[in-house]
């Protein structure tokens, strides 16, 4: 399974940004869907998760009340709107097919990791 994150772009601090993940060929309503960023330098961390079966739904602290994770069905999507943007918040960002629950959010995706979308907040 391989999900694909499009979307980002460079804005300036206290803006938004609604990047999407895509799959081609799957219906996204089988899988939990997460957001992972990698910023330069740091390990790759998870944001937001969405399990569309269930309807649980996880945020990072860090991203809690700014960030709203969502599913698009009519787009197999599942769309991430960042607020109040920050410059810690610029990263590669990446989606994946990971377990999310109350145990909370896988790190190791099914299948591979797709190409990611850069998010840069300039101050």
């Known amino acids: 399974v391989q999900l694909q994150a499009s979307g980002g772009g460079l804005v300036q601090v206290g803006e938004s940004l609604r990047p999407s993940c895509a799959a081609s060929g799957l219906a996204l309503d089988y899988f939990a869907v997460g957001w992972f960023r990698q910023a330069p330098g740091k390990e790759r961390e998870g944001v937001s998760c969405?399990?569309?079966?269930?309807?649980?739904?996880y945020y990072a602290d860090f991203v809690k009340g700014r960030f709203t994770i969502s599913r698009d069905g009519a787009k197999n999507a599942v769309n991430l709107q960042m607020n109040s943007l920050k410059p810690e918040d610029t990263a590669v960002y990446y989606c994946?097919?990971?377990?999310?629950?109350?145990?909370?959010?896988?790190?190791?995706?099914?299948?591979?990791w797709g190409q990611g979308t850069l998010v840069t907040v300039s101050s």
């Open positions: 969405i399990n569309i079966s269930s309807g649980h739904i």
């Open positions: 994946a097919a990971v377990p999310c629950d109350v145990q909370g959010m896988g790190m190791i995706p099914r299948g591979s």
